[in-house]
């Protein structure tokens, strides 16, 4: 065996270890959101906004501790993070699960296709597409930007095109992370986590709103 085939098949053995791992974390992490969501649904004013800064002091946390090697810690606040996202947004999904159940049931099968199709493509390609993060990075704060805008102007037609520019960003972000999988390490399992399932998530709701606008 050469040396250079010897170095390949460390990476080739725990990828596929490496991807479970991820997989696992992101639906342990949907579970927390879930709890979240119960937990969050008589949550007022500006309760949703303090949960929110704080799942955002946990997104921060989990990537600082990890990198410094403490991975219990960080796995803590990944599923603390979970939590406090699924509170965060607790009004919204229980609006619409009383409001509209068959959009939010559509937009769970619709994000499930949408992030399943992405991912199996990111991860097939074997380039690194690390260099796309820039790209979708600068396009999420004009998206961002817009966002804003349409608090004050009102324009259906407007909002349907900002949503879909919505879905295409955060489709290219669930590319670049599946793809990141083929070449991180273990170390990066719980940073790579809560990525796709801030995926998910915005996906998730992104179809939620287009599915309940249209009905």
């Known amino acids: 065996m050469s040396a250079a085939s010897y170095a390949e098949s460390p990476a080739a053995v725990s990828t596929p270890a490496l991807f479970g791992r991820v997989m696992a974390l992101v639906a342990l992490t949907v579970g927390f959101a879930t709890l979240g969501v119960w937990l969050g649904r008589g949550l007022g004013g500006p309760g949703w906004f303090i949960a929110w800064l704080l799942s955002l002091g946990c997104l921060i946390g989990l990537n600082v501790a990890n990198s410094r090697g403490h991975t219990r810690l960080a796995l803590v606040l990944l599923f603390a993070f979970g939590l406090l996202i699924g509170g965060s947004v607790a009004t919204t999904i ?38 796309l993060y820039r790209i979708a990075f600068v396009l999420l704060l004009a998206l961002l930007g817009g966002g804003i805008v349409l608090i004050f102007v009102h324009i259906p037609a407007v909002y349907t095109a900002w949503s879909l520019a919505g879905l295409a960003i955060f489709g290219l972000y669930t590319v670049i992370d599946f793809n990141r999988l083929r070449r991180a390490g273990t170390q990066e399992a719980i940073p790579l986590a809560a990525g796709i399932f801030l995926d998910v998530l915005n996906i998730f709701l992104i179809f939620l709103r287009l599915f309940a606008r249209s009905s």
Request: glycine letters at 10%; aromatic letters at 16%; zero cysteines.
């Open 94 to 131: 229980n609006y619409y699960s009383k409001t509209d159940p068959t959009a939010v049931r559509q937009a769970f099968g619709a994000t499930a296709l949408f992030v399943a199709a992405l991912g199996a493509g990111g991860y097939a390609v074997r380039r690194d597409l690390s260099f």
